[in-house]
Protein backbone atom coordinates (compact mmCIF):
# COMPACT_ATOMS: atom_id res chain seq x y z
CA UNK A 1 0.00 0.00 0.00
CA UNK A 2 1.32 3.81 -0.80
CA UNK A 3 2.97 5.33 2.57
CA UNK A 4 4.64 8.38 2.90
CA UNK A 5 6.43 8.65 5.75
CA UNK A 6 8.14 11.80 7.00
CA UNK A 7 10.89 12.97 8.87
CA UNK A 8 10.76 13.57 12.42
CA UNK A 9 9.81 16.73 14.44
CA UNK A 10 12.39 20.25 13.75
CA UNK A 11 13.23 23.25 16.75
CA UNK A 12 14.87 26.00 14.61
CA UNK A 13 16.50 29.14 15.27
CA UNK A 14 15.17 32.55 13.13
CA UNK A 15 16.90 32.95 9.99
CA UNK A 16 17.78 29.24 10.09
CA UNK A 17 17.21 26.30 7.66
CA UNK A 18 15.13 23.31 7.77
CA UNK A 19 14.98 20.23 5.72
CA UNK A 20 12.20 17.65 5.79
CA UNK A 21 12.08 14.27 4.14
CA UNK A 22 9.50 12.48 3.00
CA UNK A 23 9.90 8.61 1.87
CA UNK A 24 7.50 6.80 -0.39
CA UNK A 25 6.68 2.96 -0.63
CA UNK A 26 4.17 1.25 -2.28
CA UNK A 27 4.15 2.90 -5.59
CA UNK A 28 6.99 3.51 -8.50
CA UNK A 29 7.91 7.01 -6.82
CA UNK A 30 8.73 8.58 -10.56
CA UNK A 31 5.40 8.09 -11.82
CA UNK A 32 3.65 10.89 -9.67
CA UNK A 33 4.23 14.59 -8.44
CA UNK A 34 5.41 15.09 -4.40
CA UNK A 35 3.11 17.80 -3.05
CA UNK A 36 4.34 19.66 0.17
CA UNK A 37 1.58 21.65 1.77
CA UNK A 38 1.75 23.49 5.27
CA UNK A 39 -0.90 24.15 8.47
CA UNK A 40 0.55 27.00 10.90
CA UNK A 41 -1.81 27.10 14.01
CA UNK A 42 -5.17 28.87 13.25
CA UNK A 43 -4.36 29.27 9.90
CA UNK A 44 -5.75 27.55 6.75
CA UNK A 45 -3.81 24.54 4.82
CA UNK A 46 -1.34 26.32 2.75
CA UNK A 47 -0.05 24.68 -0.75
CA UNK A 48 4.02 25.55 -1.11
CA UNK A 49 4.73 23.69 -4.27
CA UNK A 50 5.37 20.13 -6.10
CA UNK A 51 8.50 18.84 -7.47
CA UNK A 52 7.80 16.11 -10.54
CA UNK A 53 10.39 12.96 -9.32
CA UNK A 54 10.04 11.96 -12.83
CA UNK A 55 12.20 15.04 -14.27
CA UNK A 56 13.16 16.91 -11.20
CA UNK A 57 10.57 19.85 -12.45
CA UNK A 58 9.42 21.95 -9.45
CA UNK A 59 6.41 24.68 -8.75
CA UNK A 60 6.86 26.55 -6.13
CA UNK A 61 4.22 28.81 -4.47
CA UNK A 62 5.20 32.60 -5.09
CA UNK A 63 4.96 33.25 -1.97
CA UNK A 64 8.18 30.87 -1.16
CA UNK A 65 10.17 31.79 -4.23
CA UNK A 66 13.58 31.94 -3.48
CA UNK A 67 13.08 30.66 -0.07
CA UNK A 68 11.51 26.86 -1.08
CA UNK A 69 13.53 24.21 -2.49
CA UNK A 70 12.24 20.91 -3.30
CA UNK A 71 13.80 18.21 -4.47
CA UNK A 72 14.18 14.38 -4.52
CA UNK A 73 16.61 10.99 -4.22
CA UNK A 74 14.65 8.64 -6.74
CA UNK A 75 17.29 5.72 -5.63
CA UNK A 76 15.45 6.19 -2.03
CA UNK A 77 12.06 7.04 -3.31
CA UNK A 78 12.38 10.16 -0.97
CA UNK A 79 11.76 13.86 -1.57
CA UNK A 80 12.77 16.50 0.42
CA UNK A 81 11.28 20.15 1.23
CA UNK A 82 14.10 23.08 2.62
CA UNK A 83 12.88 26.19 3.70
CA UNK A 84 14.94 29.07 4.64
CA UNK A 85 15.56 32.07 6.39
CA UNK A 86 13.03 30.74 8.76
CA UNK A 87 11.09 33.54 11.04
CA UNK A 88 8.24 32.48 13.78
CA UNK A 89 5.39 32.48 11.18
CA UNK A 90 7.23 29.34 9.49
CA UNK A 91 6.04 27.84 12.77
CA UNK A 92 3.92 24.58 11.27
CA UNK A 93 2.48 21.38 10.81
CA UNK A 94 4.37 20.49 7.34
CA UNK A 95 2.94 17.33 5.32
CA UNK A 96 3.71 16.14 1.84
CA UNK A 97 1.15 14.29 -0.40
CA UNK A 98 0.99 12.35 -3.46
CA UNK A 99 -1.88 12.77 -6.14
CA UNK A 100 -4.54 10.19 -6.96
CA UNK A 101 -4.47 7.92 -9.76
CA UNK A 102 -7.54 10.00 -11.98
CA UNK A 103 -6.10 13.94 -10.93
CA UNK A 104 -4.02 15.70 -8.97
CA UNK A 105 -6.15 15.61 -5.71
CA UNK A 106 -4.00 14.57 -2.63
CA UNK A 107 -5.23 11.48 -1.88
CA UNK A 108 -1.82 10.21 0.02
CA UNK A 109 -0.35 12.21 3.07
CA UNK A 110 2.16 11.95 4.82
CA UNK A 111 2.12 11.82 8.75
CA UNK A 112 3.48 15.77 9.16
CA UNK A 113 6.46 17.10 10.84
CA UNK A 114 5.95 19.61 13.27
CA UNK A 115 8.58 22.63 12.69
CA UNK A 116 9.08 25.04 15.26
CA UNK A 117 11.28 28.43 15.05
CA UNK A 118 12.10 29.96 18.34
CA UNK A 119 14.68 31.91 19.65
CA UNK B 1 -4.65 33.17 -7.04
CA UNK B 2 -7.75 31.84 -7.03
CA UNK B 3 -9.17 32.55 -3.49
CA UNK B 4 -11.48 29.34 -1.51
CA UNK B 5 -14.18 30.54 0.99
CA UNK B 6 -16.05 28.53 3.21
CA UNK B 7 -19.16 29.44 4.56
CA UNK B 8 -20.34 29.01 7.91
CA UNK B 9 -16.67 28.94 9.28
CA UNK B 10 -17.74 26.73 12.67
CA UNK B 11 -21.12 24.37 12.75
CA UNK B 12 -23.06 22.62 15.17
CA UNK B 13 -25.43 19.97 14.43
CA UNK B 14 -27.59 17.52 16.44
CA UNK B 15 -26.30 13.97 15.95
CA UNK B 16 -28.10 11.79 13.33
CA UNK B 17 -28.81 15.84 11.33
CA UNK B 18 -27.49 16.65 8.05
CA UNK B 19 -24.63 19.14 7.93
CA UNK B 20 -23.65 21.49 4.68
CA UNK B 21 -21.02 23.23 4.09
CA UNK B 22 -20.39 25.69 1.13
CA UNK B 23 -17.29 26.67 -0.63
CA UNK B 24 -17.05 29.74 -3.19
CA UNK B 25 -13.62 29.69 -5.57
CA UNK B 26 -13.29 33.22 -6.93
CA UNK B 27 -13.11 31.95 -10.42
CA UNK B 28 -14.84 28.77 -11.94
CA UNK B 29 -12.69 25.36 -11.59
CA UNK B 30 -14.70 23.93 -14.23
CA UNK B 31 -12.67 22.96 -17.02
CA UNK B 32 -14.59 22.67 -20.11
CA UNK B 33 -12.70 20.38 -22.22
CA UNK B 34 -13.70 17.50 -19.76
CA UNK B 35 -16.61 19.28 -17.78
CA UNK B 36 -15.04 18.08 -14.31
CA UNK B 37 -14.80 20.23 -11.28
CA UNK B 38 -11.23 20.49 -9.98
CA UNK B 39 -12.81 20.85 -6.59
CA UNK B 40 -11.49 18.45 -3.78
CA UNK B 41 -12.98 17.93 0.07
CA UNK B 42 -10.70 17.29 2.94
CA UNK B 43 -11.24 16.23 6.32
CA UNK B 44 -8.99 17.04 9.31
CA UNK B 45 -8.57 15.88 12.96
CA UNK B 46 -6.04 16.69 15.50
CA UNK B 47 -2.77 14.89 15.51
CA UNK B 48 -3.99 13.11 12.14
CA UNK B 49 -2.89 14.01 8.33
CA UNK B 50 -5.93 15.30 6.11
CA UNK B 51 -7.99 12.82 4.21
CA UNK B 52 -9.57 13.28 1.03
CA UNK B 53 -13.72 12.82 1.15
CA UNK B 54 -14.98 14.24 -2.12
CA UNK B 55 -12.71 15.07 -5.96
CA UNK B 56 -14.24 15.58 -9.15
CA UNK B 57 -16.49 18.21 -6.84
CA UNK B 58 -18.60 14.88 -6.24
CA UNK B 59 -16.77 11.53 -6.58
CA UNK B 60 -16.23 10.03 -3.50
CA UNK B 61 -13.02 8.46 -2.60
CA UNK B 62 -13.27 4.82 -1.81
CA UNK B 63 -13.91 3.57 2.09
CA UNK B 64 -16.12 7.34 2.61
CA UNK B 65 -19.14 6.64 4.12
CA UNK B 66 -22.19 7.07 1.81
CA UNK B 67 -23.46 9.91 4.34
CA UNK B 68 -20.45 12.23 2.65
CA UNK B 69 -21.74 14.09 -0.78
CA UNK B 70 -20.80 16.60 -2.38
CA UNK B 71 -22.12 18.53 -5.53
CA UNK B 72 -21.80 21.71 -7.19
CA UNK B 73 -19.97 23.55 -10.36
CA UNK B 74 -18.11 26.52 -11.55
CA UNK B 75 -17.64 28.38 -8.27
CA UNK B 76 -20.41 27.13 -5.80
CA UNK B 77 -19.65 23.61 -4.20
CA UNK B 78 -21.16 21.98 -1.32
CA UNK B 79 -20.25 19.15 1.18
CA UNK B 80 -23.28 17.73 3.10
CA UNK B 81 -23.16 14.93 5.71
CA UNK B 82 -26.46 13.38 5.61
CA UNK B 83 -26.92 11.94 9.05
CA UNK B 84 -24.28 13.16 11.70
CA UNK B 85 -21.80 11.17 13.31
CA UNK B 86 -19.58 11.69 16.09
CA UNK B 87 -16.64 10.84 14.21
CA UNK B 88 -17.00 13.38 11.74
CA UNK B 89 -16.45 15.93 14.35
CA UNK B 90 -13.22 17.82 12.52
CA UNK B 91 -12.29 20.64 10.32
CA UNK B 92 -13.65 20.32 6.82
CA UNK B 93 -11.27 22.17 3.90
CA UNK B 94 -12.48 22.61 0.32
CA UNK B 95 -9.80 22.88 -2.40
CA UNK B 96 -9.18 23.45 -6.07
CA UNK B 97 -6.82 21.78 -8.01
CA UNK B 98 -7.25 23.61 -11.27
CA UNK B 99 -4.30 25.86 -11.18
CA UNK B 100 -1.38 26.39 -9.57
CA UNK B 101 -1.20 27.61 -6.38
CA UNK B 102 -3.36 25.64 -5.20
CA UNK B 103 -5.49 26.65 -2.84
CA UNK B 104 -7.75 25.87 -0.02
CA UNK B 105 -10.83 27.61 1.71
CA UNK B 106 -10.45 28.59 5.42
CA UNK B 107 -12.10 25.65 6.58
CA UNK B 108 -15.13 25.25 8.72
CA UNK B 109 -15.17 23.73 11.91
CA UNK B 110 -17.82 21.12 12.44
CA UNK B 111 -19.01 19.97 16.18
CA UNK B 112 -21.84 18.37 17.72
CA UNK B 113 -24.75 20.04 18.90
Known sequence: ?119 | DIVMTQSPDSLAVSLGERATINCKSSQSVLYSSNNKNYLAWYQLKPGQPPKLLIYWASTRESGVPDRFSGSGSGTDFTLTISSLQAEDVAVYYCQQYYTTPRTFGQGTKLEIK
Open chain 1, 1 to 119: QVQLVQSGAEVKKPGASVKVSCKASGYTFTTYAVHWVRQAPGQRLEWMGWINPGNGNTKYSQKFQGRLTITTDTSASTAYMELSSLTSEDTAVYYCARAGDTGDYLLYWGQGTVVTVSS
